[in-house]
């Protein structure tokens, strides 16, 4: 079983839609979760963290958090072109010696102008 | 601006011959990874410092090593690059391990061709 595990897409939504990508992660005692952001090509960019139970906001982004059903979603509001790109759920586990930063394989998302 | 820096972006070398990857940062973080991504696939962690102290995931090749000389710099040495690891390398810095300085920044990459 995957620890991390993201629907692969691609997912396409139309300008000003609202974007949803979802995560589950298998640790239970995860405690850190994070949405990156990676054009094609490019390095990974880091746009949300999230630590808490709840909804955490940030101009265009929304990161859920549900511990108890071991899942971490991203919204995007307005969708814009520009925001064609794969996002990359990643985890901290307290598990481990390295408390690496565990990925998923990426949604990639495409917005239709 | 504070930021990750990683040189050369493009390396080229061929088969067999070592090659160093470079990264620094002025974030004055205590940690600092390197990651290994091929196309479509998520970042695999080699090893990362915390400060001084060396961490080597498991699965990491004898073939790659690192050295992170002060707090600034470390260094990706490929001792001897198969066709294999052709990949993106990434450098990442984090202000420590534990949440909520845990966030990690990446570099622009090191993109890595072997002929």
């Known amino acids: 079983q995957k620890e991390v595990e993201q629907n692969s897409g691609p997912l396409s939504v139309p300008e000003g839609a609202i974007a949803s990508l979802n995560c589950t992660y298998s640790d239970r005692v995860s405690q850190s979760f994070f949405w990156y952001r990676q054009y094609s090509g490019k390095s990974p960019e880091l746009i949300m963290s999230i630590y808490s139970n709840g909804d955490k906001e940030d101009g265009r982004f929304t990161a859920q958090l549900n511990k108890a059903s071991q899942y971490v979603s991203l919204l995007i509001r307005d969708s814009q072109p520009s925001d064609s790109a794969t996002y990359l759920c990643?985890?901290?586990?307290?598990?481990?010696?390295?408390?690496?930063?565990?990925f998923g394989s990426g949604t990639q998302l495409t917005v239709l102008p | 601006d504070a930021m990750v820096i990683q040189n050369p972006r493009y390396q080229v070398t061929q088969f067999g011959k070592p090659v160093t990857l470079s990264c620094s940062q002025t974030?004055?973080?205590?940690?600092m990874y390197w990651y290994q991504q091929k196309s479509s696939q998520a970042p695999k962690l080699l090893f990362h410092?915390?400060?001084?102290?060396?961490?080597n995931e498991a699965d990491t090749p004898d073939n790659f090593q690192s050295r992170r000389p002060n707090t600034s710099f470390c260094f990706l040495d490929i001792r001897s690059p198969g066709l294999g690891d052709a990949a993106m390398y990434l450098c990442?810095?984090?202000?420590?391990?534990?949440?909520?300085?845990?966030?990690?920044?990446f570099g622009p990459g090191t993109r890595l061709t072997v002929l």
């Open positions: 974030l004055n973080h205590n940690v």
């Open positions: 990643a985890v901290i586990a307290s598990s481990g010696s390295a408390r690496q930063l565990t």
């Open positions: 410092y915390y400060d001084k102290d060396f961490n």
């Open positions: 990442a810095t984090s202000r420590d391990l534990a949440g909520p300085s845990n966030e990690q920044f």
